[in-house]
């Protein structure tokens, strides 16, 4: 079945990058646009970017642009998320999500689990 | 950027009970509108995309309308299973922007 598989939970401090992974499986990974979206504790949803996994070609939010880079790995089926110059604002989980219509902007139909960031001196 | 804007933010209802919430965007979006449903501790799901059409797995007491600027999430007979927090976002342009949630509390 069409899956998304996020890494493990980070522990971060001020100041510091971290980078979450999101691997594919069930379906072909080039095809689907790869979204970012974060959850801040008790906060509702927002969305950072996108990554087309056959060009590269990116999106991003403009609050996230000069901090966040999406990166992905045809060969291993992954997109990445870095977001560096961490705040405590960072902390959050992190979702990546497939755009439902492949490039055709349909909604999110598969989500990964989640990746906790905690941002702490 | 386009602002999504949802109402109610809460909503105490009972079993039973027809709800609809409501989702303005900005600037027209078209049907570029889809609805999500989060509990606690677990991503969204997508419930409705392109304003109107139920993802596959979805009841069909969940329906989605509208076009332009102004939606509707309507839920028929409330299930146990619906208590729930609803986003709506659309995804016309990017940043592709949620609103800010509607949470469903049992009565």
């Known amino acids: 079945q069409e899956q998304l598989v996020q890494s493990g939970a980070e522990v971060k401090k001020p100041g510091a990058s971290v980078r979450v992974s999101c691997k594919a499986s069930g379906y072909t990974f080039s095809f689907y646009y790869i979204h970012w979206v974060r959850q801040a504790p008790g906060q509702g949803l927002e969305w950072m970017g996108r990554i087309s996994p056959d060009s590269g070609a990116t999106n991003f939010a403009r609050k996230f642009q000069g901090r966040v880079t999406m990166t992905r790995d045809t060969s291993i089926n992954t997109a990445y998320m870095e977001l560096s110059r961490l705040t405590s604002d960072d902390t959050a989980i992190y979702y990546c999500?497939?755009?439902?219509?492949?490039?055709?902007?349909?909604?999110?139909?598969?989500w990964g689990q989640g990746t906790t960031v905690a941002v702490s001196s | 950027d386009i602002q999504m804007t949802q109402s109610p933010s809460s909503l105490s209802t009972s079993v039973g009970d027809r709800v609809t919430i409501t989702c303005r965007a900005s600037?027209?979006?078209?049907?570029?509108l889809n609805w999500y449903q989060q509990k606690p501790g677990k991503a969204p799901k997508l419930l409705i995309y392109v304003a109107s059409s139920l993802q596959s797995g979805v009841p069909s007491r969940f329906s989605g309308g509208g076009s332009g600027t102004d939606f509707t999430l309507t839920i028929t007979s409330l299930q146990p299973d619906d208590f729930a927090t609803y986003y709506c976002?659309?995804?016309?342009?990017?940043?592709?922007?949620f609103g800010q949630g509607t949470k469903l509390e049992i009565k």
């Open positions: 999500a497939r755009d439902y219509g492949g490039k055709l902007d349909y909604g999110l139909d598969v």
């Open positions: 600037h027209d979006i078209r049907n570029y």
């Open positions: 976002q659309q995804s016309y342009s990017t940043p592709h922007t």
